[in-house]
């Protein structure tokens, strides 16, 4: 069996597990600086430990189960790390530093089960949940590759966060309680898991909500993403209205612009009457070209314009997603897929 991982325990976890040692509270303090404030991912570089006890962690458990299957360095220095844990089953998680802060995207599951027609995690099937220790590990992965403090992190990686719950929420408790973070820095985007929404609104942890919208028409969302059958744009967008109630928090609505399918002016206009009366912006992202087979294209920079202007002239508040990572396919999904695919066409046997 292997080892139990450290990453994803908080301290008092650490200290029940070193319930043969006297001093286990101190080693626990000390130990959780080490993982969470310092991103150390091996007991022999704890160096304010003894030596014996580091042999002993060594022995006894494993700081993260992470390993690095692939890393990718884009011309505008974003990262890319393609991680596994022995299982086959990669995921993906990306550092995108700014001016004036550095910001990274993780993923909350291997593939995805939603099928969303545009999505390259989408497209490649669903394989399984994350658990805490994955989710933490990644953004640790990434704080030990820079310098900078990472201060953001968003769940726009592989996955729908809130199919897996249990393992976000006790995430975003870890990466605020242990690591520090602010929990106005953590984002979770969802395509719209209505009763997930409530849960988490309950929880009212003030933590930055947002929801892939992409069309406010139900038949052109639907065609999009089929979790529109279930929970239509009236209740979700309603579920966003009554989250951002209970937290008293602004919340984002993602909006995917395709050209001809969600780039209408029209489309803009049903946008500016659905947000009304409630604190929320949107955030406009231009397609990133998958080979999805249905022929979707990324609108030119005109449409655009003219989108995000009848938005903003009917009073929306409106940002655009800053595109980062074009060579290293930094999209959703795209790098894991790029992964499958050549291990696919490896491993198929040739059909007659
Ligand atoms: N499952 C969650 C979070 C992961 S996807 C969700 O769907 O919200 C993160 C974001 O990337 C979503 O807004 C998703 O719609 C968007 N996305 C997926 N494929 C894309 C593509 N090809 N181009 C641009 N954005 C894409
Ligand atoms: Fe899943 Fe989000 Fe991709 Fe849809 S967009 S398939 S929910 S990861």
């Given amino acids: ?27 626990s303090k000390q130990m959780a600086s080490q993982i969470y404030k310092r991103a150390q991912s091996e007991f022999s570089q704890m160096a304010d430990l003894p030596a014996q006890l580091r042999q002993e962690l060594e022995q ?11 890393h990718v360095r884009s011309s505008d220095s974003v990262q890319k790390l393609l991680v596994h844990n022995g299982d086959g089953n990669a995921y993906e998680c990306v550092l995108i530093p700014y001016p004036d802060r550095v910001s990274c995207c993780i993923s909350s599951q291997v593939g995805c089960p939603m099928g969303c027609r545009f999505c390259a995690t989408g497209l490649g099937g669903f394989d399984r949940n994350l658990e805490v220790s994955e989710i933490v590990g990644q953004y640790l992965k990434l704080q030990s590759l820079t310098p900078r403090r990472i201060s953001h992190v968003v769940f726009m990686g592989m996955g729908e966060p809130l199919l897996n719950v249990k393992s976000v929420v006790a995430s975003l408790k870890i990466l605020h309680d242990e690591v520090g973070l602010s929990y106005r820095h953590l984002t979770v985007s969802t395509v719209g898991i209505v009763p997930a929404i409530y849960q988490l609104a309950d929880l009212k942890l003030p933590i930055h909500l947002a929801l892939s919208l992409h069309s406010p ?42 050209k001809g399918v969600t780039d209408t002016l029209d489309q803009a206009e049903r946008i500016a009457t659905l947000t009304r009366g409630f604190p929320c912006f949107v955030n406009l992202i231009p397609f ?57 066409q490896k491993t198929l046997p040739q059909l007659a």
């Fill in 60 to 70: 006894r458990f494993l700081v993260s189960p992470l390993e690095v299957s692939r």
């Fill in 288 to 344: 990133n070209w998958v080979d999805t087979e249905q022929g979707f294209a990324r609108p030119d920079r005109k449409s655009v314009n003219q989108f995000r202007a009848k938005l903003e002239q009917a009073g929306v508040n409106v940002t655009e997603r800053m595109e980062r990572g074009h060579d290293i396919a930094a999209a959703c999904g795209q790098l894991a897929g790029q992964f499958k695919q050549t291990s696919r």
């Fill in 1 to 27: 069996m292997k080892n139990q991982s450290l990453v994803g325990c908080t301290k008092k976890e650490i200290e029940a597990l070193l319930d043969w040692r006297d001093d286990a509270s101190l080693r």
């Fill in 217 to 258: 028409y139900d038949d052109v969302r639907q065609r999009l993403m089929p979790v529109n059958a279930k929970w239509n744009v009236a209740e979700t967008v309603g579920a966003m209205k009554d989250y951002s109630k209970a937290t008293g928090r602004k919340v984002t609505f993602e909006y995917l612009l395709i």
